[in-house]
């Protein structure tokens, strides 16, 4: 009879360890990470990827106690270093960067019918860092006061005003297609080979308009050579408090930001993952971090698991709208 009840009792205990298993989250492979880690960077250095990657990949330094190495692999509009990151080693020791870049190439590629440079599901999404409303400026001498003026003044007369953005389906003309369509108006498009280049040619009144994040717009808005007209967020931002968004204003549907994430690769086990996911949290609160990225007139806008999915979706589908209402531009 004890004997028996002992069997009982032991089966019983494994059953129990066995659904502890089951219920218990996997753990990092011991000591994780024990070696370097890489963050791939899809785009040249010194943009807006690199203003917030290199504080954050600090911060990770400081988390894990590891290096991290930060790799810029430019090309195809960020195709191509999206894609290196798709296929590295699921090892969870390389992490990629990307931005809006990531909806608005798979986009572009079913609009024109073409094999997929870059499919969205080749990445695993980790956490949201930061999501940047857009600033559509003008100089300073232009003659609106404010976007309501802009927008009457481009229906009277339709694809006259220019602006100038770093691409057909780039994260400055993405914005300025959404709000044309809700304001119901049309403006000539002037594509220039990045943002800066575009912010020049309206200061210089070549052009009228272009658009940029707030913390590259802030300083010609206070030094009293630019006008700011809309902010494209949900929200106004902190470096410019008086800029009305589109929402605001009556323009529905129109929100577009300049986001910046981390990603790893589908493969990725569940713990690695997992790590990444809590040492990201953790960067959110390092006070280096903190200050490097408000010094750079950038907010935090931490998300992960459903929330940042969530975000993605929404953001795909915005985007591809964007890009359908431009049509094919070869």
Do not use: C
Request: net charge neutral; glycine share 10%.
């Amino acid at each position: 009879m004890e004997t028996t009840l002992k069997r009982q009792l032991s089966r019983r205990g494994a059953l129990g360890l066995a659904l502890a298993g089951i219920t218990q989250p996997a753990l990092a492979q011991p000591g994780f990470p024990n070696r370097a880690v890489s963050i791939i960077i899809p785009f040249p250095p010194g943009g807006a990827t690199d203003l917030i990657a290199r504080p954050y990949g600090a911060a990770l330094q400081r988390h894990w106690n590891q290096s991290v190495v930060l790799q810029n692999r430019g090309g195809a509009g960020g195709a191509l270093g999206m894609n290196a990151g798709a296929t590295a080693r699921p090892d969870g020791y390389t992490g990629v960067i990307a931005h809006v870049a990531f909806s608005s190439i798979p986009a572009a590629d079913a609009l024109f019918q073409r094999p997929a440079s870059f499919e969205r599901g080749s990445l695993a999404p980790i956490a949201l860092l930061t999501a940047d409303p857009l600033i559509l400026v003008v100089k300073a001498d232009a003659p609106w006061r404010s976007f309501q003026e802009f927008a009457a003044d481009a229906r009277r007369r339709p694809g006259e005003i220019a602006y100038g953005s770093s691409g057909p389906y780039s994260a400055i003309r993405l914005p300025f297609e959404m709000l044309a369509q809700a304001g119901g108006f049309r403006l000539n498009h002037v594509p220039y080979s990045g943002g800066g280049p575009a912010m020049t040619a309206v200061l210089g009144g070549h052009i009228a308009a272009t658009a940029a994040t707030a913390a590259v717009a802030a300083p010609q808005i206070r030094s009293g050579a630019m006008r700011a007209l809309v902010n494209t967020g949900a929200r106004r931002v902190a470096l410019l408090p008086d800029v009305p968004t589109a929402l605001e204003l009556g323009l529905a549907d129109v929100e577009f930001y300049l986001w910046v994430g981390i990603f790893s690769q589908p493969a990725t086990p569940a713990a690695e993952r997992e790590a990444w996911r809590q040492a990201t949290e953790a960067t959110t609160k390092d006070p280096e971090m903190l200050r490097q990225l408000e010094a750079a007139g950038l907010e935090l806008d931490h998300r992960d698991g459903k929330a940042f999915q969530d975000f993605l979706d929404a953001d795909f589908e915005r985007v591809q709208a964007a890009v359908n209402r431009i049509g094919r531009v070869e």
